[in-house]
């Protein structure tokens, strides 16, 4: 057996929720194992949900609600965009992790400089190595026979390919994957430690690339870092800060949020045969799936930070108070999705939120595409009937990305 990352499970104790509508906690783990059931729920009775905890937060569940807070600029912030007890202190429109974390009209500046890193034709370069990849982790899974074998298909697949391909753009050492999953779980998973350790796990992820961009000053290389490096905004060098602050937009939103999309797509396909033997033999069909899966199981809610006191939809917002977008809450709202709550793994007319909305909308998108699509071909190709082993055995990510951390399958 081939030997597994480490799993990283929340370690942080957070007070149980008597009422998400009031005293939600999107670090509690019942949250993104029922999230679907919790945010119908709200749009019914609730459509923005509110929170004293980490300072105030705001929870929109509707798409034109989200959509709304995601185009507005002026009364809400991006220089933080993951909720925590911490506030950062971090230029103000620029913020620790450009361009996501800047605002106008420095984020277009930052965005244009990382646009040509992910253009399409330099994604489809990536298609036979990321197939490739695909095909190692199948292989290190050993011996199957077929209706005994299980597989934990989070753990021993989707969690390996994008922490691969994005350490490989960015020119860092491949052997430190594991390094990078804990940076990704204390950066997104950690939102209920205090501070002190919050800081630390900041501390901790700068230190590690201080040292590799300064081996990049000194050795230069065809990747992602070098580029940055020899970037220029307004004439002149990108800042220390500026290049570690991209990188870690990069690493962090590079591995999380397409391992868990992944991930969910294996979920849903383990349970809904009819599905997984169309997408298998009918391969015209697999984009038009690929979206739908986006659709149905985006992994990403955003935060924002409210820039000044105003009132949005009754709700009196004031200033520092968190705002969640859940862009998956969007994506199933009946008002915007017909069958909203339905897979239609054929679904012709598809806007989804997935990538998100607004200035801030993914700029990996087509990397993530890439990766999701490559990744369920070839686990379908490989493993053309499967099942979920138990459904209270599955294990969801806390926080603001959702997706599989544990996902035992038993081989058919």
Avoid at 12 to 35: E, G, K, L, Q
Avoid at 228 to 236: D, F, I, K, R, T
Avoid at 360 to 375: Q, W
């Amino acid at each position: 057996m081939t030997a597994q990352p480490q799993s990283y499970q929340s370690e942080i104790s957070v007070d149980p929720v008597t009422d998400w509508h009031s005293d939600f906690d999107h670090a509690n783990p019942d949250y993104n194992r029922d999230v679907h059931e919790i945010w119908e729920d709200m749009r019914e009775k609730c459509p923005v949900a509110h929170t004293e905890r980490y300072g105030g937060v705001w929870l929109p569940v509707d798409h034109q609600a989200v959509r709304d807070i995601a185009y507005d600029t002026e009364n809400y912030t991006s220089r933080q965009v993951i909720v925590s007890p911490l506030r950062a202190d971090d230029p103000p429109g620029i913020g620790g992790a450009p361009p996501i974390t800047s605002d106008p009209p420095f984020h277009k500046l930052a965005r244009r400089l990382l646009l040509p890193l992910f253009r399409p034709q330099a994604m489809a370069g990536w298609e036979d190595e990321v197939r490739k990849l695909c095909r190692q982790r199948l292989d290190a899974m050993g011996e199957i026979e077929p209706g005994t074998t299980i597989i934990d298909a989070a753990k021993q697949y989707a969690q390996f390919i994008p922490v691969t391909v994005i350490a490989r753009m960015l020119g860092l050492p491949p052997n430190d994957d594991d390094l990078f999953r804990k940076f990704v779980h204390d950066s997104i998973e950690g939102i209920g430690g205090t501070e002190e350790e919050r800081r630390g796990a900041t501390e901790r992820l700068q230190d590690y690339l201080d040292i590799q961009i300064e081996d990049h000053r000194a050795n230069p290389r065809d990747d992602m870092i070098s580029y940055l490096l020899n970037a220029e905004l307004n004439g002149q060098p990108l800042s220390h800060e500026h290049v570690r602050g991209s990188v870690v937009l990069l690493l962090i939103a590079g591995i999380d949020t397409t391992w868990s999309a992944i991930g969910s797509s294996l979920w849903h396909l383990a349970q809904n045969p009819d599905d997984r033997k169309r997408m298998i033999n009918d391969p015209d069909v697999v984009p038009f799936a690929i979206e739908e899966l986006l659709r149905a199981y985006a992994p990403v809610t955003m935060a924002r930070l409210v820039a000044k006191d105003h009132e949005f939809n009754g709700c009196p917002m004031k200033t520092d108070e968190w705002v969640l977008l859940p862009f998956p809450a969007a994506n199933r709202d009946p008002k915007a999705f017909d069958r909203a709550d339905e897979v239609i793994i054929d679904r012709e007319v598809n806007r989804h939120s997935a990538f998100g909305l607004g200035i801030h909308r993914c700029l990996g998108s087509n990397l993530a595409r890439l990766e999701l699509r490559i990744a369920v071909e070839e686990f379908l190709a490989r493993f053309n009937d499967f099942e979920l082993v138990d459904a209270d055995t599955v294990e969801w990510s806390v926080g603001q990305i959702r997706g599989p951390r544990q996902l035992p399958v038993r081989i058919l």
